[in-house]
């Protein structure tokens, strides 16, 4: 009975001992914590979210082998993405062992714990000695385990990977505040380098434009004369147009010189070609659709996930920053009401005023222009920050200091409990994707006409000649009359034959049956009466999906083996012909006739999935 709390007070006394305010600490967290994300990146698998099958590799593939030119949109709009971001990850996956690619991505991931350690060790300049490493590292570690981050470790979408840009831009603007805020020189150095941190990121990835409007209107924020405010946020623009023309100006100009668009094929309101259709933004359908939704939205996307993105991730950090933010103004307004001025609550130091006006103007641009949870981590990494800042503001500070630890934890626990969903993941193998390709004869006459639905296949251009021209069809945006006259034309032009790629039945349950039927062989089970009873009793105990199928008894003969279940087993022939008759109505639909008779079965691995696909002829309808 006195080991138990023997056991608790011993872990009780080391967790005492240590001593996160030290200097050693925290040179171990800022190296150990993007080790530790490197390894659960490791331990989640091998990335294999929807994306990365459509564009992620697909787009650093094309780019690098002059697709472009031969090339039309197999990956739909998604094609037309700067691929700048994604050539890292794909080099590594074409000439290195899988798993170390991915822990590179999620160490990569964990370096926005060292921004985040920084940005609050700046903002909480002013906390007594016993806590001055202390707070902002629980803080910063709080950040990296909230659910959008937690959900894409180690994947390539590219949300954690940028948002390293945006909390270094501010990083670097809070640890030189007191030159930002002098009208000198080196000011404007430090707004320049900022810039050109937060520009590099939103030349990566579009959906970081938001934060570097919002870092620099809330430079317009700063305790200087209008004229030194409007100054400061010039040379932040243009340190961010610099960062942003690195990035991805290249990529804007070859857009704007092959298609008259920039952004193409988004923003065709804006800048028209017949290739695609007049939108805006190609995914709109996030956010709130109402005044009061745009109110309570912070409660909304926590009690409903789904209305934010695809995964139902769970969190309660944003109804309670959004709280704290409502009773901090309330109780300034009531102030002021008062005839008391803001100084009914604690005054905001300039640094902190900052920090908040970036966190509101960027919260509000984020709801206004897009609405999907991921493209939030920038701010989600920095909530508990914001949180425990305005507990600051409205209660004394050993007061602010327990509330904060009791509901950052509470927050913190909520995303751990209810079971951190990612956008998926396989178990690892050497090399990443492999598949079977057919027999090109002339890879520089013949094209691949693929459908842009689900699933997607345009990864597999990777794996064949890169002269192959790959088409998509039936793509969001991207269909027009323009446009299915451009993919036929390709088609003809190249006086090749045509093929089109249609889904195939692999039944996963049959090859575990196999291997589990080769070690019952290595262990002797399926031989004699007493190891098929128990193998018939590991089946039956751990309610396995697989039949005990007994045999005729002859020489050299096994007695019994598994069999997959009724329930479990599909017809392949049967339903690769269905799925044929489907893909030939879809490329029927496009302008192509799909010959269900020509289909060729070929399989496909992502880590250790194993996916099955038909090689079939097409010919322009």
């Known amino acids: 009975m006195a080991a138990g709390p023997s056991r608790i007070a011993l872990i009780r006394s080391r967790l005492a001992a240590l001593d996160l305010n030290s200097a050693r600490a925290v040179r171990n967290a800022c190296i150990g914590v993007p080790i530790a994300f490197g390894l659960l990146s490791l331990l989640l698998g091998l990335d294999t979210n929807w994306d990365v099958y459509n564009y992620h590799l697909y787009n650093p593939f094309a780019w690098l082998n002059g697709k472009l030119a031969i090339d039309l ?36 991931h964990g370096l926005n714990f060292v921004a985040l350690y920084g940005i609050a060790l700046a903002i909480c300049a002013d906390l007594p000695e016993a806590d001055r490493n202390r707070v902002p590292m629980l803080l910063a570690l709080a950040g990296c385990l909230t659910a959008n981050f937690l959900a894409s470790i180690g994947n390539t979408m590219g949300d954690n990977a940028t948002a390293l840009f945006v909390l270094g831009a501010l990083l670097v603007l809070l640890h030189h505040w007191e030159r930002l805020c002098r009208p000198s020189r080196e000011g404007a150095v430090v707004v320049l380098v900022a810039g050109l941190i937060a520009g590099l990121g939103a030349g990566l990835k579009l959906t970081n434009g938001i934060y570097v409007v919002a870092l620099g209107a809330a430079l ?118 008062r005839g008391r001025g ?24 984020w709801m206004a222009l897009f609405g999907i949870g991921r493209y939030l981590v920038p701010l989600e990494l920095l909530a508990p920050l914001f949180a425990f800042v ?67 296949w345009a990864w597999l251009a990777m794996l064949m000649p890169a002269e192959v021209a790959f088409v998509g069809v039936g793509g969001q945006v991207l269909d027009t009359p323009a446009y299915a006259q451009r993919a036929r034309h390709i088609v003809v032009s190249r006086g090749g034959p045509a093929f089109g790629i249609a889904q195939a039945h692999y039944n996963w349950r049959e090859d575990n049956i196999a291997m589990a039927n080769a070690w019952a062989v290595q262990l002797g089970l399926d031989a004699s009466e007493q190891g098929c009873a128990r193998l018939r009793w590991f089946v039956d105990r751990f309610h396995l999906r697989a039949l005990i199928i007994n045999t005729t008894a002859r020489e050299g003969s096994t007695r019994c083996h598994l069999g997959v279940l009724s329930d479990d087993f599909k017809d392949v022939a049967e339903t690769d012909r269905a799925f044929a008759a489907a893909a030939t109505v879809e490329y029927a639909r496009h302008g192509f006739a799909l010959d269900a008779a020509s289909c060729t079965r070929h399989l496909a691995r992502a880590g250790k999935r194993t996916m099955a696909y038909q090689w079939c002829r097409v010919t322009p309808a």
């Open 73 to 108: 949109a197999p990956a739909g709009f998604q094609s037309y993405f700067n691929p700048l971001l994604d050539v890292p990850y794909y080099g590594m996956q074409k000439y290195l062992p899988a798993p170390l690619a991915g822990f590179a991505m999620g160490w990569w």
């Open 220 to 337: 317009l924020g700063c305790s200087l004369t209008w004229p030194q405010r409007l100054r400061l946020a010039v040379a932040f623009g243009v340190g961010s147009l610099v960062g942003f023309a690195m990035t991805g100006g290249y990529w804007m100009w070859t857009m704007y010189s092959t298609f008259g668009n920039p952004l193409f094929p988004q923003f065709g309101n804006v800048f028209p070609n017949a290739l695609a259709s007049s939108v805006g933004v190609a995914d709109a359908a996030w956010g709130p659709q109402s005044a009061v939704e745009i109110l309570l939205w912070p409660f909304i996307l926590s009690l409903n996930p789904l209305r934010v993105g695809q995964l139902a991730l769970h969190q309660v950090i944003w109804p309670l920053v959004y709280g704290l933010a409502g009773w901090w103004l309330a109780m300034v307004l009531l102030g002021r009401w």
């Open 342 to 365: 803001v100084n009914a609550t604690a005054p905001l130091a300039p640094r902190l005023r900052f920090l908040l006006l970036f966190g509101a103007l960027g919260y509000l641009l």
């Open 390 to 456: 305005l507990l600051r503001q409205v209660l004394p500070y050993a007061i602010a200091r327990r509330a904060a630890a009791y509901t950052i934890s509470i927050a913190t626990l909520v995303v751990l409990a209810g079971g951190v969903r990612t956008w998926g993941h396989e178990s690892w193998t050497r090399t990443a994707f492999r598949a079977d390709v057919p027999a090109i004869d002339a890879p520089t006459r013949t094209t691949a006409v693929i459908l842009t639905a689900d699933p997607p």
